[in-house]
């Protein structure tokens, strides 16, 4: 049984509250390193099941919650909608902080640093993965790296009766420029990155990451890219893609 058991604590940084998964035998000593990020109006105890598959290959996993989510409320999550944005960057702003934390307490492994996550954190993952080019490998669940275009299909889809200025939302969306992978591809430097979505998800859509893949792998930067595309698939996680992304983080890492 020792060799299955897996630890799950609650902790804060700087304010930041997440758990740490890992090993008991590896608690106090230096591991590969995983950040995994929930999705919207989601909350670090609800992907306790990612964290799991990947703990169990002798990496330690943190799970931070989000902005305005989790043990960080404001309200009904529902209610920040506007502030999606706001969310991701601010993820993007204590990702550093998190990892540095373990790194002066000598828990990190040299070069094994990764980032994961699901829907909104998949997309927290692609903009963490493009900014920090120390970040050696990510998986992004039914996420996307085209920040900027799913950011117009939210706007498309918004209530009618907003009336946002054309102008102000193009502002707005230019700022993401500098998190959008798509934008400056070269940035994945060959690093690895794996994407899995499903062919029928309605909430981001599949041809928005499945068309940055196209347009990636070809070149040199891109040849670590992968993709898991399951047809059919809706906006939903089975456990067979977790143990996938658990396996992914094993390989780059190579345990």
Not at 4 to 20: H, S, V, Y
Not at 63 to 86: C, I, K, N, T
Not at 140 to 168: R, S, V, W
């Amino acid at each position: 049984m020792g060799d299955k058991m897996i630890t799950i604590q609650t902790k804060e940084i700087m304010g930041l509250p997440f758990l740490e998964v890992v090993k008991p035998e590896l608690k106090q000593t230096a591991a590969p390193l995983v950040v995994f990020y929930h999705g919207w109006t989601g909350c670090k105890e609800e992907v306790l099941g990612q964290a799991l598959e990947i703990a169990k290959h002798n990496i330690r996993v943190l799970l931070p919650d989000a902005l305005y989510h989790g043990d960080r409320q404001d309200g009904q999550v529902e209610s920040h909608q506007l502030e999606f944005w706001q969310i991701v960057v601010n993820s993007v702003k204590e990702f550093p902080q998190l990892v540095q934390a373990y790194q002066e307490a000598d828990l990190v492994t040299p070069k094994q640093i990764g980032v994961a996550g699901m829907s909104m954190g998949g997309i927290t993952t692609n903009a963490i993965f493009t900014l920090y080019p120390w970040v050696d490998a990510a998986v992004c669940l039914e996420g996307t790296p085209q920040l900027m275009k799913f950011a117009h299909y939210l706007i498309e889809n918004l209530p009618g009766d907003l009336n946002l200025d054309p102008a102000y939302i193009e502002e707005q969306v230019s700022r993401l420029a500098v998190l959008d992978l798509s934008q400056q591809a070269k940035k994945i430097a060959g690093r690895p990155l794996h994407f899995w979505h499903g062919t029928a998800d309605s909430t981001i859509p599949f041809e928005v990451t499945w068309d940055f893949y196209q347009d990636v792998k070809a070149f040199s930067y891109g040849r670590n890219v992968t993709f898991t595309a399951k047809q059919g698939g809706v906006h939903k996680i089975k456990h067979e893609t977790m143990v996938e992304m658990g396996q992914k983080f094993a390989e780059y890492f190579g345990k």
